[in-house]
Nanobody, 125 residues
Framework: VQLQASGGGLVQAGDSLRLSCAAS????????MGWFRQAPGKERVFVAG????????RYADFVKGRFTISRDNNKNTVYLQMNSLKPEDTAVYYC???????????????????WGQGTLVTVSS
Protein backbone atom coordinates (compact mmCIF):
# COMPACT_ATOMS: atom_id res chain seq x y z
CA VAL A 1 0.00 0.00 0.00
CA GLN A 2 1.09 3.55 -0.70
CA LEU A 3 -0.15 6.71 0.98
CA GLN A 4 0.59 10.07 -0.59
CA ALA A 5 -0.05 13.14 1.55
CA SER A 6 -0.28 16.59 0.05
CA GLY A 7 -1.64 20.06 0.69
CA GLY A 8 0.85 21.42 3.18
CA GLY A 9 2.33 24.87 2.94
CA LEU A 10 3.11 28.15 4.62
CA VAL A 11 0.14 30.05 6.01
CA GLN A 12 -0.55 32.73 8.57
CA ALA A 13 -2.22 32.25 11.91
CA GLY A 14 -5.98 32.07 11.47
CA ASP A 15 -5.79 30.70 7.95
CA SER A 16 -7.08 27.35 6.72
CA LEU A 17 -5.54 24.44 4.85
CA ARG A 18 -6.87 21.14 3.60
CA LEU A 19 -4.57 18.17 3.55
CA SER A 20 -5.23 15.19 1.32
CA CYS A 21 -4.00 11.63 1.51
CA ALA A 22 -4.41 9.44 -1.54
CA ALA A 23 -4.21 5.69 -1.02
CA SER A 24 -3.30 3.09 -3.60
CA UNK A 25 -2.34 -0.54 -3.74
CA UNK A 26 -5.04 -1.97 -1.53
CA UNK A 27 -8.71 -1.74 -0.73
CA UNK A 28 -8.99 1.69 0.83
CA UNK A 29 -12.47 1.00 2.11
CA UNK A 30 -11.14 -1.59 4.53
CA UNK A 31 -8.84 0.79 6.36
CA UNK A 32 -9.29 2.92 9.43
CA MET A 33 -7.35 6.08 8.60
CA GLY A 34 -5.58 8.57 10.77
CA TRP A 35 -3.61 11.79 10.68
CA PHE A 36 -0.60 12.35 12.91
CA ARG A 37 1.84 15.21 13.20
CA GLN A 38 5.40 15.69 14.30
CA ALA A 39 6.74 19.06 15.31
CA PRO A 40 10.49 19.72 15.30
CA GLY A 41 12.16 17.97 18.18
CA LYS A 42 8.95 16.33 19.34
CA GLU A 43 7.31 12.94 19.03
CA ARG A 44 4.77 12.08 16.41
CA VAL A 45 1.29 12.45 17.88
CA PHE A 46 -2.25 11.57 16.93
CA VAL A 47 -4.36 14.33 15.38
CA ALA A 48 -7.50 12.66 14.04
CA GLY A 49 -8.91 9.33 12.93
CA UNK A 50 -11.86 8.07 10.93
CA UNK A 51 -13.56 4.73 10.54
CA UNK A 52 -14.30 2.86 7.34
CA UNK A 53 -17.61 4.49 6.54
CA UNK A 54 -16.65 7.85 7.96
CA UNK A 55 -19.37 7.55 10.55
CA UNK A 56 -17.05 7.68 13.52
CA UNK A 57 -14.24 10.15 14.08
CA ARG A 58 -11.85 10.99 16.88
CA TYR A 59 -9.75 14.08 17.50
CA ALA A 60 -6.93 15.11 19.73
CA ASP A 61 -8.03 17.73 22.24
CA PHE A 62 -5.73 20.35 20.79
CA VAL A 63 -7.55 20.31 17.40
CA LYS A 64 -11.15 19.75 18.46
CA GLY A 65 -13.44 22.34 16.93
CA ARG A 66 -10.79 23.45 14.42
CA PHE A 67 -9.90 20.37 12.36
CA THR A 68 -12.20 17.98 10.53
CA ILE A 69 -11.26 14.60 9.12
CA SER A 70 -13.26 13.10 6.27
CA ARG A 71 -12.88 10.51 3.57
CA ASP A 72 -14.08 9.82 0.05
CA ASN A 73 -13.92 6.08 -0.51
CA ASN A 74 -14.71 6.50 -4.21
CA LYS A 75 -11.53 8.55 -4.56
CA ASN A 76 -9.49 6.52 -2.08
CA THR A 77 -8.69 9.75 -0.29
CA VAL A 78 -8.83 11.00 3.27
CA TYR A 79 -8.81 14.70 4.09
CA LEU A 80 -7.91 16.90 7.01
CA GLN A 81 -9.55 20.30 6.94
CA MET A 82 -7.63 22.61 9.24
CA ASN A 83 -9.18 25.91 10.25
CA SER A 84 -8.07 28.65 12.62
CA LEU A 85 -4.50 27.49 12.36
CA LYS A 86 -2.07 28.45 15.10
CA PRO A 87 1.73 28.64 15.08
CA GLU A 88 1.79 25.60 17.36
CA ASP A 89 0.15 23.59 14.57
CA THR A 90 3.43 23.81 12.66
CA ALA A 91 4.56 20.25 11.99
CA VAL A 92 4.97 17.56 9.40
CA TYR A 93 1.60 15.90 8.99
CA TYR A 94 1.42 12.20 8.21
CA CYS A 95 -1.50 10.07 7.12
CA UNK A 96 -1.65 6.47 8.19
CA UNK A 97 -3.77 3.37 7.72
CA UNK A 98 -4.35 0.67 10.33
CA UNK A 99 -4.55 -2.12 7.76
CA UNK A 100 -5.36 -5.75 8.45
CA UNK A 101 -9.09 -5.27 8.22
CA UNK A 102 -9.15 -3.69 11.68
CA UNK A 103 -12.27 -1.62 12.11
CA UNK A 104 -11.64 0.03 15.47
CA UNK A 105 -10.42 3.59 15.74
CA UNK A 106 -7.19 4.09 17.58
CA UNK A 107 -5.05 7.04 18.55
CA UNK A 108 -1.99 4.90 19.22
CA UNK A 109 0.79 5.51 16.74
CA UNK A 110 1.97 1.90 16.83
CA UNK A 111 -1.46 0.61 15.85
CA UNK A 112 -1.10 2.06 12.34
CA UNK A 113 0.81 -0.10 9.92
CA UNK A 114 0.98 1.98 6.73
CA TRP A 115 2.36 5.52 6.62
CA GLY A 116 2.62 8.27 4.04
CA GLN A 117 5.68 10.44 3.56
CA GLY A 118 4.35 13.52 5.33
CA THR A 119 3.54 17.05 4.27
CA LEU A 120 4.90 20.14 6.01
CA VAL A 121 2.54 22.72 7.47
CA THR A 122 4.08 25.95 8.67
CA VAL A 123 1.96 28.53 10.43
CA SER A 124 3.47 31.96 10.94
CA SER A 125 2.31 34.34 13.65
Amino acid sequence: VQLQASGGGLVQAGDSLRLSCAASGRTFRSDVMGWFRQAPGKERVFVAGITLSGGNTRYADFVKGRFTISRDNNKNTVYLQMNSLKPEDTAVYYCAARGGGITVLSSARNSYYYWGQGTLVTVSS
